[in-house]
């Protein structure tokens, strides 16, 4: 069951607690990302690079869209997301409350995450926000669609590719800015791609060295289903864009976007046959080809990249009301 902003889990070892658990006076409430998610991933890692033990913070396991309600009504201390830059969600919390702030991340703590994981450091600019007046580091990774070789034949991965790309103007979303065949490739490291969008990228003079992964005999079918994130995210809005423009030029195939708890979610429903195409960070995607990480059990065989979307920047959301300016101030 999801818990919900009301029903707050202070993580206390593997278990967890009803809201209540700790000292909730003295202990910040920390927005983690929903069960199972990279955002929870990625806040792990940043807890381990400042040595924040789980009897340091009260965990809520919600989509950022939810959880910046909780920052809002100051039910929650800090949201941790895994976003486009600029967040409109973001922005829409500082019109609302008029004083957020970014936390950034140490040099110590980039260097730590950088030897422990594919995320590497990312400097958002002085300006990307109306609150914000000096660069913020942190980190960053890529947003990829990946696709099911289980039902995306050679021919749909092409036009899925080839769409994506020569009609991205058309999409309105402000992250499609960074659809362009120069970034096309970003995060396909470790991949296996997919033989149409292999076929799309080399034909534009890309040059393609990802081991091509091997579709099964498809059968033809008419509708496909595209798994997203949260809608207060970046990842559903983006793909509903994505779908549209794949429906207004491929005539008789129906592509639906779905709101999901995002990269590992979307993952696992490829897996499973339960999601034709996916949104997810690309170092997620890794561990799922590799069998890593939360793939330790099985590694995923049936995922293919399609193509890059838009830099995946880790952003640290509080107030200054809560009167936090480091993630140091929690740290054992």
Known sequence: MKPSLSKALCGVGAGLLLAGCGDESKTPNIAIGPPA??????????????????DKYNSYQEGFGAALDGVQDGNIDISIGILGLPSGSIENLQASSGDVRLLGLSDAAIDYIESNSAYRRFTIPA???????????????????????????????????????????????????????????????????????????????????????????????????????????????????????????????????????????????????????????????????AGRGEFESGAIDNVAFIGHIYPEVIQVVTRESSGIASLDELAD
């Open 127 to 289: 300006g990307s926000y109306d609150f914000q007046d000096e660069d913020v580091e942190t980190i960053t990774a890529y947003a990829v669609l990946v696709g099911n070789t289980h039902t995306i034949d050679e021919e749909l991965g092409y036009e899925l590719a080839r769409l994506m790309h020569e009609h991205a103007g058309e999409n309105t979303h402000a992250q499609s800015a960074f659809i362009t065949l120069e970034n096309a490739l970003n995060g396909a490291e470790g991949l296996p791609i997919h033989p149409g969008a292999k076929r799309y990228y080399e034909e534009q003079g890309l040059t393609v060295d990802n081991p091509v992964a091997s579709l099964d005999d498809i059968s033809a079918k008419s509708e496909y289903v595209l798994g997203t994130g949260s809608q207060g995210g970046t990842y559903y809005p983006l793909g509903g864009e994505m779908a549209t423009i794949w429906n207004r030029y491929l005539d008789g195939q129906n592509f639906t976007n779905i709101e999901t708890g995002a990269s590992i979610e979307n993952l696992v429903s490829i897996r499973d046959d339960r999601m034709d195409l996916g949104m997810t960070v690309h170092a997620p995607a890794q561990d799922a080809i």
């Open 37 to 54: 998610s990279t955002t929870q991933g990625v806040s792990q890692l940043l807890f381990d690079a400042y040595g924040i033990g789980s």
